[in-house]
């Protein structure tokens, strides 16, 4: 890790911070209202602007030391220093808030801090937070390393995660994650430059001219049909012959690959008579189908869900627990999850039926499999 970014130096970029986007709005108006910077509210706002801020930091800082070095290649623009592509779909792109995301149709699957390529062809995945625990930042980076091994097929992924002093859970950190520690951050410099309302002027923004510094719109990706592979992950599971799941088809490596990128994928559907068999705590009015999917844990675990659509953009999430007790979940009705279980619900057949029985097989298929894994492991 190089001096500068270890020690949060910030003398020839501090300006540079003053001109990306932050979501500080209800943050000014605590600030406003008086409120102490002790209390619960205040301090998880400000906790959410300081993330911010120090992504923001460090991409400024990585970005100069890039440039530095040899070995890289390429490293890809964002915020200031790269123009917005409003967003695209099924590729790449820099959004109206300058973040790099990779979108399909109008959800965003993947969104990354920072870019760089190798000249061994390494693409690195950077990941800058101020959490104090990165145990659930596990299933995150497993994700992203997903989509990007599917968009970027002839480049190795791995990720590099620059954090704060006094974080905890490293060691737990998959084998292709690099950690960087820094010094302590605060950000009460650039939220005191924000909340001025005579904003002191700032100096001009200083852009990195270097011909490795490139946008999105130069990175040769493989787009991929989003919806059409979950349809596939349904079908191929469900094919096997006098077996309810095929979990050697699940097992295989770009089947492991896609199931990482989704978390979560459909199998069938339950009858509401059925699946009121297997959750009697749920109370509330059950559809006639019910959607039946398997979810990836951060162990690496996959469990049952069920959804509960009723209507177009009104769905539960519900999970069974092992005392038959249920955690229900409403889920955004803008969410990705909701179009994802309309598009399944159009594309399943009578075939694809879940039996209370088959239910049953399922949860021990997937939980043997799980204990053979970490053995074999």
């Known amino acids: ?23 500080i709005k209800h943050l000014l108006s605590l600030q406003k209202k008086g409120m102490a910077e002790d209390e619960p509210q205040y301090i998880s706002s400000y906790r959410s602007f300081e993330g911010e801020a120090f992504e923001n930091f460090i991409y ?11 070995d890289i290649a390429k490293f890809i623009s964002k915020g200031p220093n790269a123009p917005k592509t409003h967003s695209l ?3 790449l792109s820099v959004n109206a808030k300058g973040q790099i995301v990779y979108r399909t149709n109008r959800n965003e ?58 974080v905890t859970g490293t060691k737990q950190l998959q084998d292709f994650c690099t950690v960087w520690i820094t010094k302590p951050f605060t950000a009460k410099d650039i939220l005191s430059w924000l909340s001025d309302m005579k904003n002191t002027k700032r100096k001009p923004y200083r852009k990195v001219n270097d011909k490795r510094v490139i ?82 844990e951060h162990t690496g675990e996959l469990g049952l869900i069920y959804f509960l659509q009723h209507s177009r953009r009104n769905i539960d999430m519900v999970h069974i627990l092992d005392d038959e007790r249920v955690k229900i979940e409403k889920k955004d009705p803008y969410g990705i999850t909701v179009n994802e279980v309309h598009h399944i619900l159009r594309a399943m057949k009578e075939s694809e039926r879940i039996t209370p029985q088959e239910n049953t097989i399922i949860k021990n298929l997937i939980k043997h499999d799980f204990h053979h894994q970490v053995k074999k492991d």
């Open 89 to 91: 779909s099924n590729t």
């Open 109 to 166: 699957i993947g969104e990354f801090d920072a870019l760089f390529i190798t000249k061994d062809n390494t693409l690195y995945m950077v990941e800058m937070t101020l959490t104090k625990s990165v145990t659930n930042l596990k299933r995150r980076l497993r994700k992203k390393k997903a989509l990007l091994e599917t968009i970027f097929p002839h480049y190795k992924v791995k990720a590099l995660l620059i954090l704060n002093e006094g």
């Open 1 to 23: 890790m190089p001096d500068e970014i270890y020690n949060l130096e910030k003398d020839d970029i501090h300006d540079n911070l003053l001109y990306y986007q932050y979501g």
């Open 215 to 296: 946008g999105t719109d130069k990175l040769e990706i493989r787009p991929f049909k989003y919806y059409n592979t979950l349809t596939w992950l349904l079908k191929r599971s469900r094919s096997a012959k006098n077996v309810c799941l095929d979990m050697n088809f699940l097992n295989k490596s770009d089947v492991v690959r896609k199931i990482d990128l989704f978390t979560k994928f459909y199998i069938g559907y339950m009858s509401a008579g059925d699946f009121k068999k297997i959750a009697p705590a749920v109370t509330r009015e059950i559809p006639k189908r019910v959607v039946v999917a398997l979810e990836k």
């Open 60 to 70: 400024e800082r990585l970005l100069r030391w890039a440039v530095t070095q040899d």
